[in-house]
């Protein structure tokens, strides 16, 4: 592999896992309309972001390696790490869940005694009553978190809104 | 409310985007992506699935507490908490913007509906109709339904409009205690849909889904509604 073709490589990395971080982002965003196929594209990528940018992180490596060896120029060997690492931080950034880390999820569950618990009386609840067991989920709490994976009556179901 | 069990697995959810103003879910063990609204799978392997949903209401605290003081209540997340939304948040999203909308039978995009399917139709209520009606009886497709508001003046149920066991129109009226009676058996009906006194004690009428949801939202996700009491 000559000079060139290493930096095409970096570059080429580069794109393909900044694409596979942005794109997803850009499409589904909270107040913008998603149309069918622009949102299957963008749930194919974010299906394989992890091992495509993971890939791309070991193609990026490989190519900064043979860049190093063809290479003597200092500032351009930094350059090439930079970007290497760049790509590198893009596989990193790639299992975040950006969503939650908007509404951070509830992941252990809490429950208390209907007695023990001070809400309003108007406050809204989803109520849910499988065999003798009931419970309330307090719209403010779901809606924020907007999952609650539970067990109840040993059914287990998953609270949304 | 959705069951988290489908083809032999038990799945766990997690907030995974948004399709127009509707989040999506995604389960760990497959890394399938479902509409919450529909419970479908719209991605991945188990993409065509359709999670089977769990009977819920939407209810007022008080009224909730009042029938199940045994029950438990999810509690919040200190560290999260204050970032719930506050006590006024329905009134709030009644301003939020919507991405789409659907003008039809001139509801505006966040009029709140309470949306039922059933028999292979869907039908829609505007929420304060049918809280200023106490008391609806009306079909969606060939299934005869009540919607039943509670004491609260808030809280709505539904069910079919038939008594188990008992054959013929039911006819109920509302009293102005909020009891329900029905004219073929005299029977008094509590909220719950359970009969508290005459011929049918002890009997309870079969609940209905119902989804309290914004117009456009209900609209996007059931093309061929129709509207009671508009054409």
Redesign the interface.
Known sequence: MNRRAAVLILIACLAFSLTCIIYPLYVIQPFRAQGAHELAAALLVLRYKLAAATLSAFAALAALVFYWRAQNRWWRRAVATAGALLVCALAALSRVNVYELMFHPDAHPVFRAASQVKLDSDEKVIAVRLGEAARAYPIRIVSYHHVINDVLDKVALVATY | ?????IAGL????????????N???RDEET?T?WQ?ISGKA???PLQGSQLTL????????????S???????????PR?AF???P?N??VRMQRA?T??DFHEHALKARDLMLGIRASGASRAYLYDQVVREKLVKDRVGSEAVLLVVGP?G?SVRAFRDRIPGVPGVPDFYRRPDGLLIDASTGSEWNFPGCAVSGKAKGTCLEPVEVLKDYWFDWRNYNPATTIYGRK
Do not use: C
Request: net charge negative.
């Open positions: 409310m959705w069951s988290r069990e038990r799945l766990t959810f997690h907030l995974a985007g948004i399709n127009n103003q989040f999506l879910m890394g992506y919450q719209i991605a991945g769990v009977h819920s209401d939407e209810l007022n605290f008080g009224t909730w507490k029938e199940q003081p045994e029950g438990t209540v999810l509690a919040d997340v999260y970032e719930y939304a006590k948040w329905d913007p991405v789409i609260d808030q």
